[in-house]
Structure formats: C-alpha cells, structure tokens
C-alpha cells in the first residue's frame, strides 16, 4: 500500500522560510514523476513545482527564486524549500507521484503566511 505524508505546515511571517517534507511508503520516491501541488480556498490546485521522472526541476513562475524541490532517496522522502514566503503563499501543500498511470497523493499540510 503506497502513503505520502506531508508535514512541515504552520504558520509563518511574511518573507520566513518553511521546509515540507514527503515521506513515502510502499513506492521507491524517485520511481515515477514527482511534485508538489498547493490549493488555496476558493481556488484550483495548482502545480508548484515538480521532478519529471528523468527530466530537470520545473517551478511555476510564482514561486521561481524562492521554492526549491529536492528528493533524499536514502530517506525516499521529498523536500519544498520555501523562502520569502508571501501573504499569496497561503494554501494546503500535497504532493503527488505518477507512476505506471497511477496517481498517489498525500493528505496536504497546511501553510499559512500572514502579512
């Protein structure tokens, strides 16, 4: 049976720092197509950043320069830097991996940035 557990959420100042982490259970983490997602009340989730199963780092333009995705295999967990948080920053974190046309996903922590 396959789990992703986020944590890492809370609640941050304005332009702080909050690392996520993703551990992964019953799946090798860099087997498939990873990522981080977030989703804001009232809005769609959104792809934050991700690590294509052997292709480069993308980011969304939003959090490029200040997000940073990473992967310990030893640990087979997933890592969100997250710097210079912002106000707009505020959603609940998932992540996510695709493989062999499944779609796992963790049960998202919350991050809330206040101003």
């Known amino acids: 049976q396959v789990q992703l557990v986020e944590s890492g959420g809370g609640l941050v100042q304005a332009g702080g720092s909050q690392r996520l982490s993703c551990v992964a259970s019953?799946?090798?983490?860099?087997?498939?197509?990873m990522g981080w997602y977030r989703q804001a009340p009232g809005k769609q989730r959104e792809l934050v950043a991700a690590?294509?199963?052997?292709?480069?780092?993308n980011y969304a333009d939003s959090v490029k320069g200040r997000f940073t995705i990473s992967v310990d295999n030893a640990k087979n967990t997933m890592y969100l830097q997250m710097n210079n948080l912002k106000p707009e920053d505020t959603a609940v974190y998932y992540c996510r991996i695709q493989y062999l046309f499944r779609d796992y996903w963790g049960q998202g922590t919350q991050v809330t940035v206040s101003s």
């Open positions: 690590v294509p199963r052997g292709g480069s780092t």
């Open positions: 019953g799946i090798i983490i860099g087997i498939g197509n």
